[in-house]
């Protein structure tokens, strides 16, 4: 499956989480698909279906 990056947060300063960004600052407006890595464990915001990779790859 090809994909393109359709967004790219803004650097945050200090130490803080990926999921704790997202669960912050994006939102999903509309039904799409997020492939997203383990760093967003847990991360599924509505109007979103998750695809998280396993053993190291997207499938």
Do not use: W
Not at 35 to 56: A, E, F, L, R
């Amino acid at each position: 499956m090809a994909g393109f990056i359709l967004f790219a947060s803004l650097t945050v300063e200090g130490k803080m989480h990926d999921k704790r960004i997202a669960d912050e600052m994006y939102s999903f407006p509309y039904e799409c698909i997020l492939q997203q890595d383990t760093g967003y464990q847990g991360y599924s915001p509505d109007n979103v279906t998750v695809i998280q990779p396993t053993n190291g790859a997207f499938i």
